[in-house]
């Protein structure tokens, strides 16, 4: 046995039973220190007649009311200023201010101290140290270093494994494939969406073949790429790496992790978190395998700005086996299946972008991008699909299979519309491929 | 899989430095670099209390 398979060995193995009165007993924690510091959250249980005191068992904790991410839009820029009442500790502990991307809205302001930032780097190393990442990888970490969390917290937490991080920021894709060229980088973590797009820009652009550079492992977020088979065997094809998928958001924190057994799903880290699944048209609590449903999670550390049964609309499904690698965190069957928000019905029929990625990604002639367009043709949705056809492929040669295949995965008939390669959007970080026009009506 | 680690005694290990990372930071009022630095040492005792001292806590039959 490897004795250091786990990052944490006593948590990561423990029995089930201990791990959920572990969960029940840090929520009434958290529960509490928010009920007791947080002016916003007192208010929302006040509202509700509960208190800490009136959650006995874990069936208690489907009591306490949600957090949408609107609310938390609605009381920022107030005081405290710029987070407003839900802040939970004197302004003067913030260290660190992150926002949100923004892909749905507004963007939400999260403060973060000394120690939540450390809880960021923690959960991170649950994370790269189930991928394999020890003391000896040189991590090359593409992304801008902005203002979003994106990768800032996996670049600690590497660090707190003892990796040499290469912080990749202010260089454009050419200069950074140069750059993990010269410092035989070993490890990089990117969106599926630019881990292909640099794939791309080497072996088009550059004349590099990513499988000749150093790289054996990638580490995705931001995207459900990395748990779309097609779209992850792109990957690992396109760079001989390994791929592995990790979910996490900034206002929640990095809670689920692929391992290196890649059981086609990610752990939840459930010492740190706490995920609920909920039906998404009763709203009745799944415990079961097999029901997708939305998230609801508890980030059971995070003090500053507590995010207590947050609803984080990712559409996510227990998986009925446990995983080889001994961790006994549950899974989530293929990752984050998309955003509750995203998969809509369309001629009455549930349309996930997820299930046509999928497809895409599974033909060989087709490019990497695509767009999904939804509108209406008089009373009558309608599915525009954009392809891009690679260099020498004609549409003949893949329209059967391609439309056969959406038929037989989605239930839906499209309006294919092929394009020549390198004429659709390229994204650097999260795409936005799915359109619903039918909402501006 | 059980794991052997005597938690118990890992833990009053991690409450003896806590203890004296909390006494070094009450003696740097005057002395920034020693309150400061103190301050951020039990940041990191902080992770063990999560990733230890919550187990022992948290779960009865231990």
């Not at chain 1, 088009?204 to 550079?213: S, V």
């Not at chain 1, 150093?214 to 931001?222: E, N, R």
């Not at chain 2, 430095?17 to 103190?38: D, H, I, M, W, Y």
Request: aromatic share 10%; proline share 5%.
């Amino acid at each position: 046995m490897n004795h250091q398979k786990y990052w944490n060995p006593v948590l990561e193995t423990m029995p089930r039973e201990k791990l959920k009165q572990l969960q029940f007993k840090k929520f009434k924690r958290i529960l509490t220190w928010a009920y007791t510091h947080s002016i916003f959250h007192k208010a929302l249980y006040d509202t509700a007649g509960l208190t800490p005191d009136d959650i006995h068992s874990f069936d208690d904790i489907k009591r306490v009311p949600k957090v949408e991410k609107s609310m938390m839009r609605d009381i920022q820029k107030k005081d405290p200023y710029p987070y407003g009442d839900a802040l939970c500790v004197p302004l003067e502990e913030v260290s660190a201010f992150r926002q949100t991307s923004g892909t749905t809205g507004q963007p939400v302001y999260q403060p973060d101290t000394w120690q939540d930032w450390d809880w960021w780097a923690e959960c991170w190393s649950f994370i790269l140290w189930s991928q394999g990442y020890r003391a000896r990888d040189r991590v090359f970490l593409p992304f801008g270093y902005n203002i979003f969390v994106a990768f800032w917290a996996a670049h600690y937490g590497a660090e707190k494994l003892g990796c040499e991080v290469v912080p990749g920021g202010v260089l454009d894709t050419q200069a950074r494939i140069l750059k993990i060229q010269e410092l035989t980088a070993t490890a990089m973590m990117a969106t599926p969406t630019y881990i292909l797009n640099m794939a791309d820009v080497a072996k088009n652009k550059m004349g590099i073949d990513p499988r000749e550079l150093s790289i054996s492992k990638i580490t995705c977020a931001g995207e459900p790429g990395a748990g779309i088979p097609s779209t992850k065997k792109r990957m690992e094809d396109a760079w001989g790496a390994r791929v592995y998928d990790h979910s996490g958001a900034t206002e929640i924190g990095a809670w689920s992790y692929e391992c290196e057994d890649q059981p086609h799903g990610m752990h939840v880290n459930e010492a740190m978190f706490l995920v609920e699944i909920e039906d998404l048209d009763t709203g009745e609590i799944i415990e079961e395998p097999g029901r997708r449903g939305k998230m609801v999670i508890t980030a059971l550390d995070r003090m500053a700005q507590p995010c207590v049964r947050f609803d984080s609309k990712d559409v996510i499904e227990w998986d009925a086996n446990p995983c080889t690698c001994g961790r006994t965190f549950r899974l989530i069957k293929g990752g984050v299946l998309g955003r509750s928000d995203d998969i809509t019905k369309v001629k009455g029929v549930l349309l996930s972008p997820a299930a046509i990625e999928e497809v895409v990604r599974s033909i060989d002639g087709l490019g990497d991008e695509f767009e999904i367009v939804v509108d209406k043709q008089g009373d009558v949705d309608r599915i525009k699909l954009k392809v891009e056809l690679l260099p020498e492929v004609t549409r003949s040669s893949l329209e059967n299979v391609l439309v056969d295949q959406l038929r037989l995965k989605t239930n839906l008939r499209y309006q294919i519309e092929y394009y020549d390669y390198g004429s659709l959007p390229r994204y650097e970080v999260k795409a936005k491929r799915f359109k619903d026009l039918r909402k501006k009506h | 899989m059980e794991t052997s680690y005597d938690i118990h005694a890992i833990n009053d290990k991690i409450l003896k430095v806590k203890e004296l990372l909390l006494e070094l930071e009450s003696e740097g009022e005057t002395f920034p670099a020693l309150a400061r630095n103190s301050k951020r040492a039990l940041v990191c005792i902080k992770m063990l209390e999560f990733n230890i001292s919550d187990v022992v806590s948290f779960t009865t039959d231990d």
